[in-house]
């Protein structure tokens, strides 16, 4: 049986009426949930259904990761995984505070699933299989937002350890988007396509599901944008999972996004370094030479942000924290 827990990282308080709803929802189903917090967080915090974790219960932790982590950044998620591994998860699902479950993301996942297949096609706006509108996901490349779309194989079995839920709504687009096009967007159901070798599409960390072996792969840089974090994970995590044998699901919509208020021009200014970047990032990852298997999984990781830390995307002292993380991960999934 697998153990899923959901992981959230939020400066809410208790009486946030989603994570109420969350929370309830959760304990009916049987998912342990924890929420993550930082510096703006409530002095005070308590949810039944709710494992809420402040910044000084975070750096109590016998995690090296969770003091070096800098605080009023979206990656303090990375305790969260770490709390849940450290419990014994299996899958680990995670969301944000401002989408709201639809009674399909309390269902149970399996990490083989049918799904329509999808290899060395490049960059694949995967936004295009479940609706007609023009509409691309944040992260995606905007050189290739006009590319004609790759067709899909025919639905077979497919391993999938990784895998993006839409959100209805108000999906997770761009700045670039959100300025200039239209809102809200309900995908269509029904379609499940999985992206293989060197076929890349940017998923977030909104509506995510992670499966045992692709633990090491949840990692959040602390280092770049807030906007890009997920984003740039997305490219490591793909362009590891190839090496595994593994390919990223994308399938329907299983959480409806009611966004939370944003500064559109200051989401602008911090998704710049992605605008201008995110076309080489894919192409630099993809150039280089990673060994196979799940073994080498974290000296990968290390090969693939020492190769960001040189394109001057991200600071050198990230190494530090992946260095931390990864001692941690090693030592909770060989227990």
Request: proline share 6%; charged share 20%; hydrophobic share 40%.
């Amino acid at each position: 049986m697998e153990k899923p827990f959901l992981i959230i990282t939020s400066i809410a308080d208790q009486d946030h009426p989603l994570l109420k709803t969350i929370a309830n929802s959760a304990k009916a189903n049987n998912i342990p949930f924890i929420v993550i917090g930082d510096t703006k967080s409530p002095e005070t915090f308590h949810l039944d259904g709710c494992a809420f974790f402040s910044i000084e219960k975070q750096r109590a932790l016998p995690f090296r990761l969770s003091g070096l982590l800098p605080t009023g950044h979206y990656a303090r998620k990375n305790v969260g995984y770490l709390i849940a591994m450290s419990k014994g998860a299996t899958v680990i699902i995670e969301t944000d505070d401002d989408n709201n479950p639809l009674p399909a993301f309390w269902e149970p996942r399996t990490k083989q699933t049918k799904a329509h297949p999808i290899y060395e096609k490049g960059w694949v706006n995967c936004y295009h299989y479940f609706t007609d509108q023009f509409i691309w996901p944040r992260g995606f490349a905007l050189e290739h937002i006009r590319d004609p779309f790759p067709g899909t194989g025919q639905e077979v079995m497919v391993y999938c350890p990784i895998q993006q839920g839409l959100a209805d709504g108000n999906p997770d687009v761009d700045a670039l988007y959100r300025l200039l096009l239209t809102l809200p967007v309900t995908f269509e159901k029904g379609t499940r396509v999985a992206l293989g070798n060197k076929s890349i599409c940017p998923f977030n960390s909104q509506n995510t599901t992670w499966f045992r072996e692709a633990f090491p792969l949840l990692y959040l840089p602390s280092y770049c944008s807030f906007r890009m974090t997920d984003i740039w994970r997305s490219f490591v995590a793909q362009r590891i999972a190839w090496t595994c044998g593994w390919s990223v699901l994308f399938h329907e919509s299983t959480v409806w996004q009611d966004r939370n208020v944003h500064n559109l021009m200051k989401d602008f200014r911090d998704e710049i370094s992605g605008y201008t970047h995110n076309e080489e990032i894919v192409s630099q990852l993809l150039s280089l030479e990673l060994k196979p298997g799940t073994a080498n999984i974290p000296s990968n990781m290390k090969q693939c942000y020492e190769r960001l830390i040189k394109l001057n995307v991200m600071e050198a002292s990230e190494m530090d924290l992946l260095e931390a993380w990864l001692a941690d991960v090693g030592s909770l999934l060989n227990d």
